[in-house]
C-alpha cells in the first residue's frame, strides 16, 4: 500500500494476467499490484483518484533512481478506463472499518432517555470520513430492564420499566455504507440517589412564635437527581416541656416556646424524595433574651456651636439580637463640659462651655424592655479641623498659556468640618524667570510661561477654612515639548519598479504626544539599494537599483 495525502491506494496495472496482488518496492514503501479487469468488476468508475502513466513500465516503477512520469487523470467508466490506460496504473481507494466506542447514560426510574443525534455515534470514527449510521441493536441486556427505540443516526428513546433501578446495557453495530462496520457496547444507569438532609437551626425570642415559610426546614437539603423534597415525620421527644411545633410537609412550621421558658428545643425530622429515597436531620430552636449591645459614639462640634442630633441619635449603633426597641433610659453628665438634653428615642442636643476647645464624654444607658440593659460612652469633640491642603500638578505646552477653572487648586484639598475653602495667598518664588501666574480665591488661575522656558516652575498656594484654619500645599506646572514617537514601516515594490507614497507615507504611524504637527526633517539612505526622494510632508519615492531584489 503506499498512502498519499489522506487517500490509500493500491496500484492496477492494465492487462495483468491474473487477479491476484503482487507486492512491490516503489519510493521505500510498499505496493500492491491488481488486475484492471478486477478493479472494474468492482464497479469503482466513480472518477476518483485515477494515475496513468505516459511511459508505462514496470521497471520504470520499480527504478528508484530516476522518477516515473505519472500523469493525473479521471476515469469515468470502463471504456474511459479502457481508452486512458494502454496499459494503464490506477489508484483504487481502501475502505477501513469505522471505530465503534462504548458509550454510558443516565436517567431516573420512570424517567425516559431520550438521546438526539449523534447519540450512540457521537464517540465513534472512521479513518476514511464516512458517514456512520447505526444499523444493528442487541437488546438481549434490556430484557426485564426496558424497551429501545433507535434511529440509524445513533438517536434513541429508552423507557425503563416501571419500577427498575440498575444498569440496562445493549450492543449496537455501526456501519460506513461500504462494507466497514464495528460493534460497541452502551450502558444505561437507572438510579435514584437518596436526598440529603442537613441539620437546621433557629432562633427566637422568649414569649414569641417562631413562624418559619417554606422551604424552612427543608432549604439546606439537597437532592442530587433534583426531586421535589418534602418532610415526612418529625420526632418531638427534645420539645417536650419546652414548646409545641406544628409542622408542615414544605417544611414551614411554627414553634411556640412554653411560658418562662429560655434555652434549646431540639427535635429531629425525616426527609422524602416521593422515589423511596429519605434522609433524617436534626433542628434546634434557640429561645433567647440577648441583651442589648450599646457601642460607644463620637461625635464633633465647632467651638461656641451646639450639637443637636435626632433620633435614632445615640442609638444609631446599638443593637439588640432579638431586634426589640431600644431607648435612652439614664445619662450620666458628671465632668461634662456644656449642657446635655436628651430623649429616650436617642435624640439628644449638646452646647459647650463659652471657649472650650477640646474633648468631653458622657454616658448613657439602654434598654430593650424585657429586663436587658447596656452602657455605653459618648465622646464629643469640640473643634476647628483645620483644613488639608494637597499637592497638584499641571502640565503645559511650551509657548501655550495654562488656563485651570475653578475649583482648581482647591479640588483635591479637603475639610473635615465642609467648611468652604478659598486661596488666600501663593509664594511665587519658583516661578523667577519661568513664567507669570494670575491666581484666584475659587482656586483658578492663569500661567503663561516664559519665552522659550522648558521644564518644571514650583510654587506655593495657601488654603483657609474661614474659621482660622488653614493650610499649605505644592503646586508644580511642567513647561513640555515631549518628542515625538517614529515607528518602523514597511513597504514592498516590485524589482526595477520605483515605489512612490504621498503624504502622509513616512508619518503615517507615527505620533506626538503634545499634537505638534510632524514632518521628515532628514533621511539616511546609507547601503540603501536604490535612490530616494522624500517630503518634509512624509511622501517619498524610491527607485530601486536595476536587478535588485531583496530587502534594503
Known sequence: ?????????????????????????????????????????????????????????????????????????????????????????????????????????????????????????????????????????????????????????????????????GDATFTYTISDGFGGSDTASAVIHVTNAAPDAIADEFFVHAGRVLSVAAPGLLANDRDSDGDSLSVSVLNVTGLSGKGVINPRADGGFTFTPNAGFIGDATFTYSISDGFGGSDTANAVIHVTNAAPVASDDHFSTRGNRALTLSAPGLLVNDRDADGDALRVSATNTAGLQGSLSSAPDGGFTFTPRLGFVGTTKFSYTVSDGNGGTATAVASIDVVNQAPDANADEYFVHAGGVLTVAAPGLLANDKDSDGDSLSVSSLNVTGLSGKGVIIPRADGSFTFTPSAGFAGDATFTYYISDGFGGSSTANAVIHVTNAAPVASDDHFSTRGNRALTLSAPGLLVNDRDADGDALRVSATNTAGLQGSLSSAPDGGFTFTPRLGFVGTT
Open 1 to 165: 500500500m503506499k498512502k498519499h495525502g489522506h487517500n490509500r491506494f493500491g496500484w492496477l496495472f492494465n492487462g495483468d494476467p491474473t487477479a491476484s496482488t503482487q507486492p512491490f518496492s516503489r519510493d521505500g514503501g510498499a505496493e500492491t499490484i491488481v488486475s484492471r479487469d478486477e478493479y472494474l468488476s468492482a464497479g469503482r468508475d466513480d472518477g476518483t483518484n485515477a494515475r496513468s502513466a505516459t511511459s508505462p513500465s514496470l521497471a520504470s516503477l520499480l527504478d528508484t533512481s530516476a522518477p516515473d512520469s505519472l500523469a493525473e487523470s479521471s476515469v469515468f467508466g470502463a471504456s474511459a478506463f479502457s481508452a486512458a490506460l494502454s496499459p494503464a496504473l490506477a489508484a483504487v481507494p481502501i475502505n477501513r472499518n469505522p471505530v465503534a466506542n462504548s458509550d454510558s447514560y443516565s436517567t431516573r426510574p420512570n424517567q425516559p432517555l431520550t438521546v438526539v443525534a449523534p447519540g450512540l455515534l457521537g464517540n465513534d470514527k472512521d479513518p476514511d470520513g464516512d458517514s456512520l449510521s447505526v444499523s444493528v441493536l442487541n437488546v438481549t441486556g434490556l430484557s426485564g430492564k426496558g424497551v429501545i427505540s433507535s434511529g440509524a443516526d445513533g438517536s434513541f428513546i429508552f423507557t425503563p420499566n416501571a419500577g427498575f433501578a
